[in-house]
């Protein structure tokens, strides 16, 4: 078992940046592959963008790409998400994740271990 407690979310500005972090605590010793995905009021669950074990592979959605940096410390059991630019239709909660295996696959269903969420708002 893996437990993920997000931190960082809040509210800023349009044009604005946060940083969220997810700590990982329990069975750290899998190499696991990790993402975030985040959930827009009345929308469905969409894959924001996931890193490999070793942080040599990145993923990210569309509409993130250019803005948003994903990155890992495997020595502290951490990851990042660095948010720039952020536009009001970021606003979401996001969601930490992670999955038993090393491969960052882009589809909610691989993964398997996820946080309570932390609240991010970008007022226009």
């Known amino acids: 078992q893996v437990q993920l407690v997000e931190s960082g979310g809040g509210l800023v500005q349009a044009g604005g940046s946060l940083r969220l972090s997810c700590a990982a605590s329990?069975?750290?010793?899998?190499?696991?592959?990790m993402a975030w995905f985040r959930q827009a009021p009345g929308k469905e669950r969409e894959f924001v963008s996931s890193?490999?074990?070793?942080?040599?592979?990145?993923r990210y959605a569309d509409s993130v790409k250019g803005r948003f940096t994903i990155s890992r410390d495997n020595a502290k059991n951490m990851v990042i998400l660095q948010m720039n630019s952020l536009k009001p239709e970021d606003t979401a909660v996001y969601y930490c994740t992670a999955r038993a295996g090393t491969y960052a696959y882009t589809g909610e269903r691989d993964y398997t271990y996820w946080g309570q969420g932390t609240q991010v708002t970008v007022s226009s």
């Open positions: 890193i490999n074990w070793s942080g040599g592979m990145k």
């Open positions: 329990g069975d750290t010793n899998s190499r696991s592959a």
